[in-house]
C-alpha cells in the first residue's frame, strides 16, 4: 500500500465512476472511497469504504493514517442550484473540506491532491464563446465563488508551500451510473432518464442555451491524466473543453434514436446561472500541457446513455427482448 488513494465524496457522480477506475488501473487495495453516507452497489462492493464528513480535518486524518494514504481526491461539493439555496453549508462545505486537504497536505501528511473546480468560476463579464484558459473570472453564483477562492487558495498552496495540487474546471458531466444532485448541467442527464420513462422532457432552460459538456468518460480520463503527467503544469486549474450543444440540439439528438420523443421549454432560476457561464471552452491550454483530447462526440454519448440507461431503468425488458 505505498501510494494509497482516498477519494472523499466517492458516492457522488463523479466520485463513483473514478473510484471504480482507479480501483480497475490500481487495485481494489490501493483506492479507499469515503463519503458522508454509503454509495451504490457497485461502488461499496468493490473495494474499502469509510465514514467521512470532508469538513472534519481530525477524522480525515485518521483514515490517511490508518491507510498510509499519499493522495486525496477530494470530490465532495455542493453544487450551483442546491449552494443557492444554501449558502453558508455551501461555503462551509466547499472551502472547509479544501482547507483541510491542503493543510494535510502543506503538513506532509499527503503527496498529492486533487480537487475539481467548474466552469462555474466564469460569468457575466467573461467572452462566452470559446472562453480562454485566462480570462475574467467574476462568477455571480455562490458555487462560482467558492470555486474561483478554491483555486486561487490552490495556486497559493501551490506557490508558498509547494503543495501538489491539481484541478480541472469540469463543465456539466453527463453518465448515466450515478445521477448528479443540485447543479445546473443537470438537465442533461435528467433528460435521457424522462426520455425513456415518459417519452418527454421539459427543460428548466431556453431551447438555444449553450453549455460545456462532456461524457463521463472523458471526464475521468481528463483527472487521471493531470494527476499522472509528469510534465510541469503551468495552472492549476485547466479549462477542459468537450462538447457544447443546447437542449434543442440534444432533444434532437435523443429523438434519432427514440422518434417519440417530446421536450417543451419551462425556463425557471436556473436559467440565469446558465446565462452567466460560457456557452463553450477553450482548451488548448490543457492541450499542450498535458495532451488532453476529448473522445465523445454529442452522437455518440447520446447513444452511450440511451443505450445504458435502457437496460438500466428495466433490465428484465432488455434481458427478454435480447434472449
Ligand atoms: C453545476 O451545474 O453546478 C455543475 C458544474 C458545471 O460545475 N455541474
Redo the contacts with the bound molecule.
Sequence with gaps: MGNTILIIGACGQIGTELTLKLRNIYGSDAVIASDIKEGANALMQSGKFEILDATDKDAILQVIKKYNVKQVFLMAAM???TAEKYPNKAWNLNMNSLFNILNLAKEKHIEKVFWPS???VFGNTTPQSNTPQETITEPSTV?GIS?VSGERWCAYYHDKFEVDVRSIR????ISWKTK?G?????YAVDIFYKAIEEQKYTSFLKENTA?PMLYMDDAIKATIAIMETKKNTKYVSYNIGGISFTPKELAAEIKKQLPNFKINYVPDSRQK?ADS?PNSIDDTVAKMDWNWQHEFNLEHLTTEMLKNLKIKLNPAATTKQSV
Excluded: Q, R
Design positions: 453544487l450551483s442550484v467548474s466552469i462555474a458555487y470555486k469540469y463543465p456539466g458531466i448528479p443540485g447543479g445546473t448541467t443537470d453549455l446561472i457561464w
